[in-house]
């Protein structure tokens, strides 16, 4: 009787036909009216499933109306004659109302009546199992049609607070829902860039998990498809949140327990599950795996693979982590870095196909800017112009990490074809999409782990081409926003507890010019790909120039003078060459000042400016000196020795006062956090002789111990510390009570990992030795200055680190576009200390505690003296009361960056 109702029109006549007929069944059938109606409804539910994701939505849309309003008259029955049929029916109701937004969805794409739909959808009555299933599609909803992420984790969250309440009896809803509800919240987590709270989603899982393999038993956990299908995806995410991570060994652990469980499935199974499982492994080991390491062709291979496995369903393209249209997108991603053009053009074509098929407008939007750039790289610009016309269409009114990239490349095609005040155009909106990222819309993934570019490259042309116009002021304020902001990212890295003033946005050029000190002139870098860029700044003035040099050959440059200098060589060419390209187009204009503020951009990191030659070198006095052991680990076997050098005049730091800034805003952040009191000193110093892991046998320095003592004969507020005293766990518990700090021993950049670069203490029960740059995060400062006087404390790299041990060759390295570097330098200044002194290489033990001792003399018994020029009286003393010492090598690596006061 319900089949025949369910094929006729769903008038007010059927409706009252239903309700006659239900209460004559009721009087004469009562005990079976209930298992009636729940197959027949089950049956309309099945169908409607069955008949959206083979595509029928004409047949799945009339089928759910028409069960929709027959259930409708069903639980208003069944509420007047307190059916037990209102339970059944109000649980295939709401299945069908899902259904139905499902049904709207892919036959319009109307995301706003989706959300409505979706929202009303009743649980109340519902029983704990069957709220579960409404929660977690709502959260399905929420997160890949509505983009709305905290919605999403709540009704993920409601899923796992209810299935606690759910029997081992209920292991379908208790376990698999509960599953699917983590997998997606570690996707959201990761979505968002949140890779820590990605990692504590993780753990919740593997506890659930080891309770399904208590409650269950092995046999369950292991060979049921329900099961096999659910955990394997969930090692699968784990190992794709580790690979964004960098953390490619605890990644390949999970992706091998993955791997475990596929490995067990049949190649051949038509299980939805076992393919969604098999597929989602071979895409994410590809993409992230794979692809973050740059094996391109082997992630392009697995990705192939992964999508044969993909079966096009569409609610099921919702419900999985992994659909098929963004599968196809990562592997044209990667076939574009291989540079097989055809193979990523027939991705980005099953992937443009998919995307419309799915109303997924981001992905394809996505497509169509990649096939854009591949028509630009082919100087088929019309075409280019089309794709990039289309994806512009598709993204109005869409946010998405990836609109920057839209903008980007529509600004290069622009300014290629002629339209300069166009392309200047699409690089601003290009930025103030990276802008909206930023400010906490978005938040991606750690140092925007793109396989395509990083996202600040689009501040190259932009400023080259403000330079070019003349817009000296515009130039400058994107130089701040790309530095300032990289800096604010990797601040939220070491901080979680970040402060509004480490929120705050980029100066503005007339607030750069009102702050610098009228006896300084700020010069300010940029060095892309193609273009390296400076700019000067005073009170009175802005000028900016492009330099007449390449990244490349500057690289060589500074490699060059870094080389000859750290060897004892002759370093003068290349520091005259230096100096001619890059600080003496803005010779005419800094005459009238003392000092220098350098803020450095990409390999001018890496250069000491004040060893830089300002006029050529006469003949100089040949000096013999020893050089003392040095304060490096990998180098405590280099004894003292001899060398021969020329000594010579010329140097900048004769000239000027030097200082750094990662940016002028940054600059100004940490002058307001000038200290008035600077009497405190806690000095630490020359740790015993010891023993560490993979390293071996590191010396005690003996000037190190020295150097300690003498400063701290200038303070009568002190804690000195050496020996066995200088241990890092004394080192954590004190550096956050003093004014001045001061470390003299061994240090080492980590330069394939700058995260796990140290200063090294002594060990003790509760820390290792190693004071890194990622401990620091823990740390909150209160200190006016901080001295490193160890070696290659001023050292820096990206995320990624070199590409090697060495850096002989920092020309081929490739540095971060936004300068989003780290090392001691900036991590001491986020911590929360105004200024740090540096060493930008290997230094010798006996000339640093002689230079070390000259800086804290000057500083603190002349008072009127700032921190920038009492270095410089230091440097220069070295010069030229000290001929033994007067090679750069000695004094040069010493940089003194922050405040100056």
């Known amino acids: 009787m319900l089949n025949e109702l369910e094929s006729s029109a769903p008038t007010q006549q059927c409706q009252n036909l239903l309700y006659k007929n239900l209460k004559l069944m009721h009087r004469r059938y009562k005990a079976n009216v209930y298992e009636l109606i729940k197959y027949e409804f089950y049956c309309a539910h099945y169908r409607t499933y069955a008949l959206i994701e083979t595509g029928r939505f004409d047949q799945a849309e009339t089928l759910c109306e028409e069960s929709i309003k027959n259930l409708q008259t069903i639980v208003w029955y069944a509420n007047k004659n307190s059916d037990s049929t209102e339970k059944v029916s109000r649980k295939v109701l709401s299945w069908l109302k899902i259904y139905q937004g499902f049904i709207i969805w892919f036959k319009t794409g109307d995301k706003e009546k989706v959300l409505r739909m979706i929202e009303n959808v009743q649980t109340d009555t519902l029983s704990k199992r069957e709220q579960i299933y409404v929660w977690l599609y709502q959260g399905f909803f929420y997160d890949k049609i509505i983009g709305d992420y905290s919605k999403a984790m709540g009704s993920f969250r409601k899923v796992l607070d209810a299935s606690k309440a759910l029997g081992v009896m209920d292991a379908d809803a208790k376990y698999a829902y509960a599953l699917q509800a983590y997998r997606r919240m570690m996707l959201i987590d990761i979505k968002l860039g949140r890779l820590e709270d990605g990692k504590n989603i993780m753990k919740e899982y593997e506890n659930l998990a080891d309770d399904v393999l208590l409650k269950t038993g092995k046999s369950m956990f292991g060979t049921t498809e329900y099961f096999r299908g659910y955990l394997s995806m969930m090692d699968t995410n784990a190992g794709m949140l580790y690979s964004l991570l960098r953390d490619f060994k605890t990644a390949e652990t999970y992706f091998k327990k993955a791997w475990k469980r596929i490995d067990s499935i049949d190649p051949q199974s038509k299980h939805m599950w076992d393919r969604n499982a098999m597929g989602s492994y071979y895409v994410m080991y590809g993409t992230y795996f794979l692809g973050l390491q740059n094996r391109y062709t082997e992630a392009a291979e697995y990705i192939d693979k992964g999508i044969n496995y993909l079966t096009p369903y569409y609610i099921e393209s919702i419900a999985t982590e992994i659909d098929i249209e963004s599968a196809c997108m990562n592997a044209a991603e990667m076939y574009y870095l291989l540079g097989d053009k055809k193979k990523a053009l027939d991705r980005l074509e099953a992937a443009i196909q998919y995307a419309d098929r799915y109303h997924r407008k981001v992905v394809a939007s996505q497509a169509f800017t990649l096939k854009g750039k591949i028509c630009f790289?082919?100087?088929?610009?019309?075409?280019?112009?089309?794709?990039?016309?289309?994806?512009?269409?598709?993204?109005?009114?869409?946010?998405?990490?990836?609109?920057?990239?839209?903008?980007?490349?529509?600004?290069?095609?622009?300014?290629?074809?002629?339209?300069?005040?166009?392309?200047?155009?699409?690089?601003?909106?290009?930025?103030?999409?990276?802008?909206?990222?930023?400010?906490?819309?978005?938040?991606?993934?750690?140092?925007?782990?793109?396989?395509?570019?990083?996202?600040?490259?689009?501040?190259?042309?932009?400023?080259?081409?403000?330079?070019?116009?003349?817009?000296?002021?515009?130039?400058?304020?994107?130089?701040?926003?790309?530095?300032?902001?990289?800096?604010?990212?990797?601040?939220?890295?070491?901080?979680?507890?970040?402060?509004?003033?480490?929120?705050?946005?980029?100066?503005?050029?007339?607030?750069?010019?009102?702050?610098?000190?009228?006896?300084?002139?700020?010069?300010?870098?940029?060095?892309?790909?193609?273009?390296?860029?400076?700019?000067?700044?005073?009170?009175?003035?802005?000028?900016?120039?492009?330099?007449?040099?390449?990244?490349?050959?500057?690289?060589?440059?500074?490699?060059?003078?870094?080389?000859?200098?750290?060897?004892?060589?002759?370093?003068?060419?290349?520091?005259?060459?230096?100096?001619?390209?890059?600080?003496?187009?803005?010779?005419?204009?800094?005459?009238?000042?003392?000092?220098?503020?350098?803020?450095?951009?990409?390999?001018?990191?890496?250069?000491?400016?004040?060893?830089?030659?300002?006029?050529?070198?006469?003949?100089?006095?040949?000096?013999?000196?020893?050089?003392?052991?040095?304060?490096?680990?990998?180098?405590?076997?280099?004894?003292?020795?001899?060398?021969?050098?020329?000594?010579?005049?010329?140097?900048?730091?004769?000239?000027?006062?030097?200082?750094?800034?990662?940016?002028?805003?940054?600059?100004?952040?940490?002058?307001?956090?000038?200290?008035?009191?600077?009497?405190?000193?806690?000095?630490?110093?020359?740790?015993?002789?010891?023993?560490?892991?993979?390293?071996?046998?590191?010396?005690?320095?003996?000037?190190?111990?020295?150097?300690?003592?003498?400063?701290?004969?200038?303070?009568?507020?002190?804690?000195?510390?050496?020996?066995?005293?200088?241990?890092?766990?004394?080192?954590?518990?004190?550096?956050?009570?003093?004014?001045?700090?001061?470390?003299?021993?061994?240090?080492?950049?980590?330069?394939?990992?700058?995260?796990?670069?140290?200063?090294?203490?002594?060990?003790?029960?509760?820390?290792?030795?190693?004071?890194?740059?990622?401990?620091?995060?823990?740390?909150?400062?209160?200190?006016?200055?901080?001295?490193?006087?160890?070696?290659?404390?001023?050292?820096?790299?990206?995320?990624?680190?070199?590409?090697?041990?060495?850096?002989?060759?920092?020309?081929?390295?490739?540095?971060?576009?936004?300068?989003?570097?780290?090392?001691?330098?900036?991590?001491?200044?986020?911590?929360?200390?105004?200024?740090?002194?540096?060493?930008?290489?290997?230094?010798?033990?006996?000339?640093?505690?002689?230079?070390?001792?000259?800086?804290?003399?000057?500083?603190?018994?002349?008072?009127?003296?700032?921190?920038?020029?009492?270095?410089?009286?230091?440097?220069?003393?070295?010069?030229?009361?000290?001929?033994?010492?007067?090679?750069?090598?000695?004094?040069?690596?010493f940089c003194v960056s922050g405040d100056w006061m």
Not at 451 to 469: G, K, S
Not at 556 to 571: F, P, W
Not at 820 to 840: E, K, M, N, P, W
């Open 377 to 893: 790289d082919q100087g088929q610009y019309n075409e280019a112009a089309s794709s990039y016309s289309k994806a512009l269409e598709l993204m109005k009114n869409i946010e998405s990490t990836e609109n920057w990239k839209l903008y980007y490349y529509s600004g290069l095609l622009a300014q290629k074809t002629g339209g300069i005040e166009k392309a200047l155009d699409y690089y601003r909106k290009s930025i103030q999409e990276i802008e909206k990222l930023w400010s906490g819309r978005f938040k991606d993934v750690r140092r925007q782990l793109s396989f395509m570019e990083n996202r600040l490259v689009v501040f190259e042309p932009a400023i080259d081409l403000m330079v070019q116009q003349t817009q000296f002021s515009n130039a400058v304020e994107y130089m701040e926003k790309a530095k300032s902001r990289s800096f604010y990212e990797t601040t939220s890295f070491y901080r979680k507890d970040s402060t509004s003033e480490l929120n705050s946005t980029p100066m503005t050029a007339s607030e750069i010019r009102k702050f610098i000190p009228k006896n300084m002139v700020t010069i300010e870098y940029y060095v892309g790909e193609k273009v390296a860029i400076g700019c000067l700044m005073t009170r009175d003035r802005i000028y900016a120039k492009r330099l007449d040099i390449n990244a490349k050959a500057l690289g060589k440059l500074v490699t060059d003078m870094r080389e000859n200098i750290t060897n004892m060589g002759d370093y003068a060419d290349p520091a005259i060459k230096l100096y001619q390209k890059i600080v003496s187009p803005f010779e005419s204009r800094m005459q009238d000042f003392e000092r220098i503020c350098i803020i450095p951009h990409g390999v001018l990191n890496y250069l000491p400016f004040q060893a830089l030659v300002t006029i050529p070198p006469q003949k100089g006095k040949e000096i013999v000196t020893e050089v003392s052991l040095q304060r490096d680990i990998q180098v405590v076997a280099r004894k003292p020795h001899k060398v021969f050098f020329k000594a010579q005049t010329g140097f900048l730091i004769e000239h000027y006062g030097i200082l750094y800034a990662p940016s002028a805003t940054i600059l100004k952040m940490v002058h307001k956090k000038n200290r008035s009191h600077k009497n405190r000193l806690f000095a630490v110093g020359s740790p015993p002789q010891t023993e560490q892991e993979g390293i071996g046998e590191i010396p005690k320095l003996e000037f190190a111990e020295a150097e300690v003592k003498d400063v701290g004969r200038l303070f009568s507020d002190k804690l000195v510390l050496f020996d066995t005293q200088a241990t890092e766990t004394v080192v954590k518990d004190n550096m956050q009570h003093y004014d001045l700090i001061l470390f003299s021993t061994h240090a080492k950049m980590m330069r394939t990992d700058p995260f796990r670069s140290f200063i090294l203490f002594d060990k003790d029960s509760q820390n290792d030795g190693r004071l890194t740059v990622s401990e620091l995060k823990h740390v909150s400062l209160n200190a006016d200055l901080v001295a490193l006087s160890a070696c290659e404390s001023g050292l820096m790299a990206g995320h990624k680190g070199f590409s090697g041990q060495s850096l002989a060759n920092l020309a081929d390295e490739k540095f971060p576009p936004g300068d989003d570097i780290f090392g001691f330098q900036r991590a001491l200044l986020q911590a929360g200390a105004s200024s740090v002194i540096s060493t930008l290489w290997s230094v010798a033990d006996e000339s640093t505690r002689e230079l070390m001792v000259r800086f804290f003399n000057e500083f603190q018994e002349q008072k009127k003296i700032d921190k920038v020029m009492a270095l410089r009286n230091a440097q220069m003393y070295l010069i030229q009361e000290k001929p033994e010492w007067a090679h750069p090598f000695f004094w040069a690596p």
